[in-house]
């Protein structure tokens, strides 16, 4: 927001003026050079901001459903963060990452294109570790240069690879309910040839912390992939709240609510007993309840009163009569 003016600041700016100290020319220079902007014609950017906004959004879902997942397969606590939403070049992203790296390539129907999971060796070395009976992967901040994984580790490392994209499946399914199958695991970016290195892609950077040791992770995805849900990340139509809601869902939302079971009690009465008559009570014994046998009952339902009732019998079988239906702000 705008700061804004006192009088006297106002009258010190109008003086300014008067006398010459503010010049309007260069003013207007500087104005003029503000709404100049460098742009890269080699790295166009597709998606405004609103759209990546809505990206960071599915993402940071992504975040807490992948590390929930994560720390219960390998059974220590995994904290996934958001770092940046950027778009970038497809070989910008190539140079940003490590020689050796586990690299999962994948692709989500409806979406188009080819995506890539990205996970730092590090992580992948302490997961490994884990899964395979470790209990300390302190160790693994000295693990220096990999020069790869065996087939048993990436055996391993394919089953973390699964809990990421089935996140990936529960981040997008808020927008567009999205398929995914891995297609193959690589170790070695620059066999990575599914996209040409000018191709604009979007770059989502995740922090991972793990026993105390902090490294990264990486989904990127080409333009491409968006081009079939561009409006659904409208942040417009994500939450229109004034179309009409879908005959079919809302059907299906009432069968599935009818069909809910709730916990229904009935209230015969209350008394308060020591201890002691309590472990003395035998067959036959009569408890005075602090209510008539002429009051109705109260029926709970869920713990909240909403019925008063008269107790009976239903083809041989014990039952209760509705008298009355209680209001929400009637005391219980």
């Not at 990936?168 to 066999?191: K, M, R």
């Not at 069909?259 to 009935?266: F, G, P, R, Y």
């Amino acid at each position: 927001m705008k700061q804004v003016l006192s009088q006297q600041e106002i009258d010190a700016l109008l003086n300014a003026l008067d006398t010459g100290e503010i010049d309007t020319d260069s003013y207007e220079e500087e104005k003029e050079k503000d709404k100049i902007r460098s742009y890269d014609f080699r790295r166009p950017i597709k998606l405004s901001k609103e759209y990546i906004n809505t990206l960071y959004m599915i993402f940071e879902n992504f975040s807490k459903i992948a590390g929930n997942l994560l720390s219960s397969q390998i059974h220590s606590n995994v904290d996934i963060g958001v770092g940046a939403v950027e778009q970038v070049s497809y070989d910008e992203f190539i140079r940003s990452i490590p020689k050796t790296t586990l690299m999962g390539i994948f692709h989500s129907k409806p979406l188009g294109g080819v995506q890539i999971l990205e996970i730092n060796p590090q992580f992948s070395m302490q997961v490994i570790e884990l899964m395979c009976g470790g209990t300390d992967s302190s160790h693994s901040q000295n693990i220096g240069d990999i020069q790869g994984f065996t087939d048993i580790e990436l055996g391993i490392l394919e089953e973390t690879v699964d809990v990421l994209l089935k996140s990936f499946e529960s981040a997008w399914s808020e927008v567009v309910s999205v398929e995914t199958e891995i297609d193959y695991l690589e170790t070695n970016p620059q066999l990575v040839q599914s996209m040409s290195p000018n191709e604009p892609v979007i770059l989502i950077s995740f922090t991972l912390d793990l026993l105390g040791n902090r490294s990264f992770m990486n989904v990127c995805i080409p333009f491409v992939s968006f081009e079939n849900i561009i409006d659904k990340l409208s942040f417009r139509s994500w939450f229109d709240f004034e179309k009409e809601p879908d005959v079919e869902d809302k059907r299906i939302l009432e069968e599935r609510v009818m069909a809910s079971t709730v916990n229904l009690e009935v209230d015969l009465g209350k008394t308060i007993i020591t201890i002691d008559d309590f472990l003395q009570l035998d067959i036959g014994d009569i408890l005075p309840l602090d209510a008539k046998i002429t009051d109705p009952l109260k029926m709970y339902i869920e713990d909240q009163l909403h019925y008063l009732v008269k107790p009976g019998r239903y083809k041989k079988r014990l039952a209760v009569q509705v008298l009355e239906y209680i209001e929400e702000d009637v005391e219980q």
